[in-house]
């Protein structure tokens, strides 16, 4: 069984970091991607970082680039987000996802297929 969990979340004023991961496991595929996705109260979905696991070319939003990172430990099976200079918003619950297929150069609307999801983490930014 595929399994998505994602941890890290959390309440945190604005400016501040936080460090969101996403351990996989059941998935057997060689070449996918991750992808973290947020979706606010009363906001649809947006996608906010990816990244290949086959060859880790990442991909971010405009709205986070040269603040949010996104990485993996194919070791542990986990993708980091690592989260600086935090707004209010950010504030949204994250969940990750598996895309079982994606466009090279990957991007952010450029995945395919997801169909595997974590339950999401939520993350406060206070003003």
């Known amino acids: ?3 998505l969990v994602e941890s890290g979340g959390g309440l945190v004023q604005a400016g501040g970091s936080l460090t969101l991961s996403c351990a996989v496991s059941g998935f057997t595929f060689d070449d ?4 973290w996705f947020r979706q606010a109260p009363g906001k649809e979905r947006e996608g906010v970082s990816c990244i290949s696991y086959s060859d880790g ?3 971010y939003v405009d709205s986070v680039k040269g603040r949010f990172t996104i990485s993996k430990d ?4 986990t993708v980091y987000l690592q989260m600086n200079s935090l707004k209010p918003e950010d504030t ?3 969940y ?9 150069p990957i991007t952010i ?16 930014v206070s003003s």
């Open 1 to 3: 069984e595929v399994q």
């Open 32 to 35: 996918y991607a991750i992808g």
């Open 57 to 59: 070319t990442t991909a």
């Open 74 to 77: 194919n070791a542990k099976n």
């Open 92 to 94: 949204a619950v994250y």
């Open 96 to 104: 990750c996802a598996i895309a079982l297929y994606y466009d090279r």
């Open 109 to 124: 609307t450029g995945l395919h297929e997801l169909r595997y999801w974590g339950k999401g983490t939520p993350v406060t």
